[in-house]
C-alpha cells in the first residue's frame, strides 16, 4: 500500500512537471498559502535563525525578508518538480552563467572543486551545468530513504549527464579517473557531526562546517571554487551564477583555510539577497563543543 501510494504521488509530480510555468506558478502561490500562512511551517526556526544572523535588523525587516522566503521556498519545490519534463533549450535559458573561471581551467584539462551554499535553485543549477558544460558534472548529495522517491529524483538530477556521488561514498568517487575533466560540486552548509566539524562564525554565530569538501579538495589538489547564485528579482524561476576563486593548489593551504573562505563569500551572497537561502534549515541544532582538537580550528596562513 505504502509503495502504491508513493507511484500514485510521484505520477502526479510528474504530471504537474508538464504545466506551463505561470500554472506552476500559481500552484507555487497556493502552496506557501496553505503551508505558511495555515499551517506556520517551520515559522519559529526561520524566524530565530533569520533574528539571531541579523542581530540588528527590527522585526518588521526580519518578517518581510521572511514572507519573501517564503515565496522562495515554495518556488523552488515546483521548479524542481519542473525538471522532471524540463526541456534543455527552456533550462538553458534561466541561467546567466559566467564561465570564465571554468573555460579557462578546462583549456589546461584540469579537475576542479566547486563548493556552495543552499542558494537559489541549487537543483536547477546541477542540471543546467550538466547541460551547458563540457565538464563532466559530479554532484554529492543525501539519498532519500524512500528507494522509490530517489529513484525518480535520480532520473531527474541526472538526465542530461550529471554523476550522483552519495555522500558516503565521496572521497573514494572523488578519485575515480574520467574520460574528460570534471567538476566535483560540494554543496556545504548542512549541519554536521559537532565532534567533527571545522567550527567559525557564521552569520554572527557558532556554526560547525563539514571539513570533507576541503579533505577532497586536497586529496585531488584541484583548483578550488566558490559558487554563487542569486535570484533574478524580477522574473521568477531565473537565476544567475558566478564563481570565485578560492585556491589553486589545496595542498598548500593551512588547515580550514578553503572552508573559512567558502563560508565567507556564502554569508556575502545571503547578506545580499536574504530571501535566497534555506533558513527552515535547522542550521545551529548543535551546540559548539567546550573543547575543541586542533583539527576543528583554523590554522593561521603564514605570510
Given at each position: 500500500?505504502?509503495?502504491?501510494?508513493?507511484?500514485?504521488?510521484?505520477?502526479?509530480?510528474?504530471?504537474?512537471?508538464?504545466?506551463?510555468?505561470?500554472?506552476?506558478?500559481?500552484?507555487?502561490d497556493?502552496?506557501?498559502?496553505?503551508?505558511?500562512?495555515?499551517?506556520?511551517?517551520?515559522?519559529e526556526?526561520?524566524?530565530?535563525?533569520?533574528?539571531?544572523?541579523?542581530?540588528?535588523?527590527?522585526?518588521?525587516?526580519?518578517?518581510c525578508?521572511?514572507?519573501?522566503?517564503?515565496?522562495?521556498?515554495?518556488?523552488?519545490?515546483?521548479?524542481?518538480?519542473?525538471?522532471?519534463?524540463?526541456?534543455?533549450?527552456?533550462?538553458?535559458?534561466?541561467?546567466?552563467?559566467?564561465?570564465?573561471?571554468?573555460?579557462?581551467?578546462?583549456?589546461?584539462?584540469?579537475?576542479?572543486?566547486?563548493?556552495?551554499?543552499?542558494?537559489?535553485?541549487?537543483?536547477?543549477?546541477?542540471?543546467?551545468?550538466?547541460?551547458?558544460?563540457?565538464?563532466?558534472?559530479?554532484?554529492?548529495?543525501?539519498?532519500?530513504?524512500?528507494?522509490?522517491?530517489?529513484?525518480?529524483?535520480k532520473?531527474?538530477?541526472?538526465?542530461?549527464?550529471?554523476?550522483?556521488?552519495?555522500?558516503?561514498?565521496?572521497?573514494?568517487?572523488?578519485?575515480?579517473?574520467?574520460?574528460?575533466?570534471?567538476?566535483?560540486?560540494?554543496?556545504?552548509?548542512?549541519?554536521?557531526?559537532?565532534?567533527?566539524?571545522?567550527?567559525?562564525?557564521?552569520?554572527?554565530?557558532?556554526?560547525?562546517?563539514f571539513?570533507?569538501?576541503?579533505?577532497?579538495?586536497?586529496?585531488?589538489?584541484?583548483?578550488?571554487?566558490?559558487?554563487?547564485?542569486?535570484?533574478?528579482?524580477?522574473?521568477?524561476g531565473?537565476y544567475?551564477?558566478?564563481?570565485?576563486?578560492?585556491?589553486?593548489?589545496?595542498?598548500?593551504?593551512?588547515?580550514?583555510?578553503?572552508?573559512?573562505?567558502?563560508?565567507?563569500?556564502?554569508?556575502?551572497?545571503?547578506?545580499?539577497?536574504?530571501?535566497?537561502?534555506?533558513?527552515?534549515?535547522?542550521?545551529?541544532?548543535?551546540?559548539?563543543?567546550?573543547n575543541?582538537?586542533?583539527?576543528?580550528?583554523?590554522?593561521?596562513?603564514?605570510?
Open positions: 500500500m505504502k509503495n502504491l501510494s508513493t507511484r500514485l504521488l510521484l505520477s502526479i509530480l510528474t504530471a504537474i512537471s508538464r504545466l506551463s510555468w505561470k500554472k506552476l506558478y500559481k500552484l507555487s497556493i502552496f506557501r498559502f496553505l503551508i505558511f500562512d495555515i499551517g506556520h511551517y517551520r515559522r526556526v526561520i524566524l530565530t535563525n533569520l533574528k539571531n544572523s541579523f542581530p540588528g535588523y527590527d522585526q518588521n525587516v526580519i518578517e525578508i521572511a514572507r519573501r522566503y517564503y515565496r522562495n521556498f515554495t518556488d523552488i519545490i515546483f521548479e524542481t518538480i519542473k525538471l522532471r519534463s524540463i526541456s534543455r533549450s527552456d533550462l538553458l535559458n534561466r541561467f546567466d552563467l559566467e564561465t570564465d573561471l571554468l573555460d579557462h581551467y578546462y583549456a589546461q584539462q584540469k579537475n576542479v572543486v566547486v563548493m556552495s551554499g543552499h542558494l537559489g535553485n541549487w537543483e536547477m543549477l546541477n542540471l543546467f551545468a550538466s547541460a551547458k558544460l563540457s565538464y563532466q558534472i559530479v554532484v554529492v548529495y543525501h539519498e532519500l530513504a524512500n528507494d522509490i522517491f530517489e529513484d525518480w529524483f532520473k531527474v538530477r541526472t538526465k542530461f549527464g550529471t554523476e550522483m556521488v552519495p555522500m558516503k561514498e565521496a572521497m573514494v568517487r572523488a578519485m575515480a579517473p574520467r574520460e574528460k575533466p570534471f567538476l566535483f560540486v560540494l554543496v556545504n552548509d548542512q549541519s554536521p557531526s559537532p565532534e567533527k566539524a571545522y567550527w567559525t562564525k557564521f552569520l554572527n554565530q557558532d556554526t560547525g562546517i571539513r570533507g569538501g576541503e579533505l577532497i579538495a586536497k586529496r585531488l589538489n584541484a583548483p578550488v571554487l566558490y559558487m554563487g547564485i542569486a535570484r533574478d528579482e524580477r522574473r521568477r531565473f544567475r551564477s558566478y564563481f570565485k576563486l578560492i585556491t589553486e593548489e589545496p595542498k598548500k593551504e593551512p588547515a580550514n583555510h578553503i572552508l573559512q573562505s567558502q563560508i565567507e563569500f556564502l554569508e556575502e551572497d545571503i547578506k545580499r539577497q536574504p530571501d535566497n537561502w534555506l533558513w527552515s534549515h535547522r542550521r545551529w541544532k548543535h551546540a559548539k563543543p567546550q575543541l582538537l586542533p583539527f576543528q580550528l583554523r590554522q593561521i596562513k603564514s605570510e
